[in-house]
Every structure is written in structure tokens, then in C-alpha cells.
């Protein structure tokens, strides 16, 4: 109804100023930027992940220093992590430490001694929607399938080179 409207403005508009113009036009993309393009959606943010050399040392400075709650450090043998979430008031920061020889996060620690921030992981509403649709837009994923994350949810990770450097991690809201 409302781009029909603007139909009709517009193609009255040849008689209007450039400016009056330029602002019909851009009226108009706006209306079709509202549209959604795709049948997935971003949630909120789940958690910013750090990686850190000594797990224990990490969760007392959260708990002990700055008063934040912590959970107990947790393992995660099938992504081989340690992890512990800090709580926040918007969400939550994970600790991660490595578990085993083949840990992802031993290799980043190797690169990163004093450790530093590993990931981000955002919510979506569809997470195979998602995949599909971000595999379709040729945004790699570092696994065929989802695996369960800390959560007991659905996650992937997307490639940090197609992320602008950044690790992204996907969950199932």
C-alpha cells in the first residue's frame, strides 16, 4: 500500500527539484531495506570467549578481583576445552583452556602466551537456516554439521577470514 503510494509521488516528481527527488528515492530504498531477505535472524550476543594460559588464575581474578559470579570450570572433551562462563548483567564471557594435545586453544595459546580473546558467539533463530544460507553466500564453516556447544545446543563456527578476523560462532537460540 505504502510503495504504491510512493508510486504515485514519485512519478510526479520529474517536475520537483533534484533534492526533493533524491529524497523520494531514498524513502523508497529504505521501504525495500525493511524487507527481510532471508528466513533466519540474528539473536543477542551469547558470549565473548577468551582463551587463557591458566584457568584457575582467570576465574579467581572474575570471582575474587571484580565479583563477577562464575560457573565451575566445566570439561568439554569432544572440542577439547576447559571452559568456566563468567556472568554478566548482557551476557557472559567463557574461559577457555585446553584440554588434550589436539585442543584448538593449546595452538592459540602457543601463538598468544598471555591469551586474549578467542571468539564471539551470537544467537540465531534458525541455525541450519543459517548455515545454509550463509554457506550459499560462500561463508566457510570449520565443520560439515553443527556439534552440541557448552550449552547443549546446536553451534558452528564460521571462518575467521571470511568474518573480517573474526572467529564467529553460531548457537541455536
Not at 517536475?15 to 524513502?27: N, T, V
Not at 530504498?29 to 570467549?49: C, D, E, F, M, T
Not at 569432544?78 to 564471557?93: D, I, Q, R
Request: glycine fraction near 8%.
Amino acid at each position: 500500500m505504502a510503495s504504491a503510494a510512493l508510486k504515485v509521488a514519485v512519478t510526479g516528481l520529474s517536475r520537483c527539484s533534484p533534492l526533493i527527488r533524491l529524497r523520494a528515492h531514498s524513502m523508497t530504498a529504505s521501504l525495500h531495506q525493511s524487507v527481510p531477505g532471508s528466513l533466519w535472524k540474528l539473536g543477542r550476543l551469547n558470549h565473548i570467549a577468551i582463551a587463557v594460559p591458566d584457568i584457575e588464575r582467570a576465574t579467581a581474578l572474575y570471582r575474587d578481583v571484580l565479583g563477577a559470579t562464575v560457573s565451575d570450570k566445566v570439561p568439554l572433551p569432544e572440542h577439547g576445552v576447559y571452559t568456566v562462563f563468567v556472568e554478566l548483567g548482557n551476557t557472559k564471557l567463557e574461559l577457555l583452556h585446553p584440554l588434550g594435545e589436539k585442543s584448538p586453544i593449546a595452538g592459540f595459546l602457543q601463538k598468544n602466551k598471555s591469551g586474549g580473546m578467542h571468539h564471539i558467539c551470537i544467537e540465531v533463530d534458525d541455525i541450519n537456516a543459517a548455515i545454509a544460507d550463509l554457506k550459499a553466500k560462500n561463508i566457510r564453516t570449520l565443520s560439515a554439521e553443527p556439534r552440541i556447544g557448552a550449552h547443549g545446543k546446536p553451534v558452528m563456527f564460521l571462518h575467521p577470514k571470511d568474518c573480517d578476523g573474526v572467529l564467529v560462532e553460531l548457537e541455536a537460540a
